[in-house]
């Protein structure tokens, strides 16, 4: 072992932003960690992230590290820029603890990140504690099931059509679409003003003081989709 060895990257999945839903290890590596490292959306007052895992931060000695970015979808000098940063700490000896909400790897910024250091600095450590994602979250808070034995579950992070939507509906027992947008809420209201969804659930920010439940778009308004929204859909089979 070296004077200086090198420090173990962490992406840190804080699930969906309920604080108990934390893991243990991710509470731990969070506790163990002198540098955590949290996104933050531009404009934002804070991290939503952060604001799930403060409890477990001691500021006093534990330094916070923020980085800004576009909600929906960063440059690649953002993440580039991130890198860098984190890979200062690495290099030194310090172990960095990256916030994620939901899962690191399931449209995780995380993800970016780890790619561009794996790359410049392949000897740097790294481990990826998995959170509790807001698909599970939303179907719990929904209680409803996403799929039993023998179906097929399709994650989509946007729908730009109608006619996409009935497609992968029809190859599909279920449908998840993530970070509803005002499109895919007026496209799914359509399929289900028309009697095509056998099932239609709307979940915005589940586990939070802030979380909305719907079971027909009907009570939704196109103001309620934001980027932490998502719907799950089934179409109607032959029969049914």
Not at 48 to 63: C, F, G, H, K, N
Not at 71 to 99: H, N, Q
Not at 161 to 182: E, F, H, P, Q, S
Request: aromatic residues 6%; contains cysteine; charged residues 20%.
């Amino acid at each position: 072992m070296t004077n200086n060895p090198l420090g173990c990257l962490y992406g840190v999945g804080v699930g969906p932003g309920d604080p108990e839903l934390l893991t243990l290890k991710a509470v731990r590596v969070l506790k163990a960690s002198p540098v955590v490292f949290t996104p933050q959306a531009v404009g934002s007052k804070d991290s939503l992230a952060l604001t799930v895992a403060r409890s477990y931060i001691d500021e006093s000695r534990q330094r916070l590290i923020y980085a800004s970015f576009i909600m929906g979808g960063s440059s690649d000098s953002v993440w580039s820029e991130a890198a860098e940063r984190i890979a200062r700490y690495l290099l030194d000896g310090e172990d960095v603890a990256f916030l994620t909400q939901g899962d690191p790897l399931l449209y995780g910024s995380f993800m970016y990140v780890m790619t561009k250091i794996q790359a410049a600095h392949p000897q740097i450590p790294i481990e990826v504690v998995p959170g509790v994602t807001s698909i599970t979250a939303s179907a719990s808070r929904a209680k409803i099931p996403l799929v039993s034995h023998g179906e097929r579950l399709a994650v989509l992070p946007a729908m730009y059509g109608i006619d996409d939507l009935r497609d992968v509906l029809a190859r599909n027992d279920t449908v998840i679409l993530m970070k509803v947008n005002r499109r895919a809420l007026a496209a799914a209201s359509k399929l289900e003003a028309d009697g095509e969804l056998s099932r239609c659930v709307f979940v915005r920010r589940a586990t939070t003081p802030r979380e909305q439940v719907a079971f027909s778009l009907r009570d939704i308004a196109p103001e309620d989709a934001d980027y932490f929204s998502m719907l799950i859909l089934s179409g109607k089979k032959d029969g049914t």
